[in-house]
T-cell receptor
Framework: AQTVTQSQPEMSVQEAETVTLSCTYD???????LFWYKQPPSRQMILVIR????KQQNATENRFSVNFQKAAKSFSLKISDSQLGDTAMYFC?????????????WGAGTKLIIKP | EAQVTQNPRYLITVTGKKLTVTCSQN?????MSWYRQDPGLGLRQIYY???????DKGDVPEGYKVSRKEKRNFPLILESPSPNQTSLYFC?????????????FGEGSWLTVV
């Protein structure tokens, strides 16, 4: 079974610093997507960034970027110039494109606190 | 505006009292699913639906039922709720099949069973 592991239950950094959240996954498949979702206190689930496994280039979205290491099955999220509004739970998720279920497999989440 | 709407957003109920959490999407998506979120476990899929009248179990279907009589609606039914079903529930929808789909989530439904 595919699994997603986020080894950092909680992290905190000062505003404007850079922070990296870790995610590893386990799969024998070759065609999949990886996602980072943000869940602020409102509990809304917000897509931060998405990476297609067949793409070697790391995805970026403004201050958010990923380091996708396919061989190592690692998918970390880097937040640059962190802002108070980045305080949230962050979830890493995996989708196997061979799975007709199109199910998202989720990590347990990392609570990120940005301190002023 | 594209959205997934869940109701109720907050509910406290008693053990054994049947309840339904509704989910509706306005994007003509084929694929809809239900997840529950519990501390330390992330989200886990309960049921999913590929299209009207096509539903199947996810990883944690016990104690839940679903139906898909219309494309836009995918209600989650708890026939006899128990305290271990206290959780935050999310409905999600997306276009089915092609790569790069955007998955839309509802705002979540907090359910407490006492």
């Amino acid at each position: 079974a595919q699994t997603v592991t986020q080894s950092q239950p909680e992290m905190s950094v000062q505003e404007a610093e850079t922070v990296t959240l870790s995610c590893t996954y386990d799969t024998s498949e070759n065609n999949y997507y990886l996602f980072w979702y943000k869940q602020p206190p409102s509990r809304q689930m917000i897509l931060v960034i998405r990476q297609e496994a067949y793409k070697q280039q790391n995805a970026t979205e403004n201050r958010f970027s990923v380091n996708f290491q396919k061989a190592a099955k690692s998918f970390s999220l880097k937040i640059s110039d962190s802002q108070l509004g980045d305080t949230a739970m962050y979830f890493c998720a995996f989708m196997d494109l061979q799975d007709s279920n199109y199910q998202l497999i989720w990590g347990a989440g990392t609570k990120l606190i940005i301190k002023p | 505006e594209a959205q997934v709407t869940q109701n109720p957003r907050y509910l406290i109920t008693v053990t054994g009292k049947k309840l339904t959490v509704t989910c509706s999407q306005n994007m003509n998506h084929e694929y809809m699913s239900w997840y529950r979120q519990d501390p330390g476990l992330g989200l886990r899929q309960i049921y999913y639906s590929m299209n009207v009248e096509v539903t199947d179990k996810g990883d944690v279907p016990e104690g839940y039922k679903v139906s898909r009589k219309e494309k836009r609606n995918f209600p989650l039914i708890l026939e006899s709720p128990s305290p271990n079903q206290t959780s935050l529930y999310f409905c999600a929808s997306s276009l089915f099949g092609s790569s790069g789909n955007t998955i839309y989530f509802g705002e979540g439904s907090w359910l407490t069973v006492v």
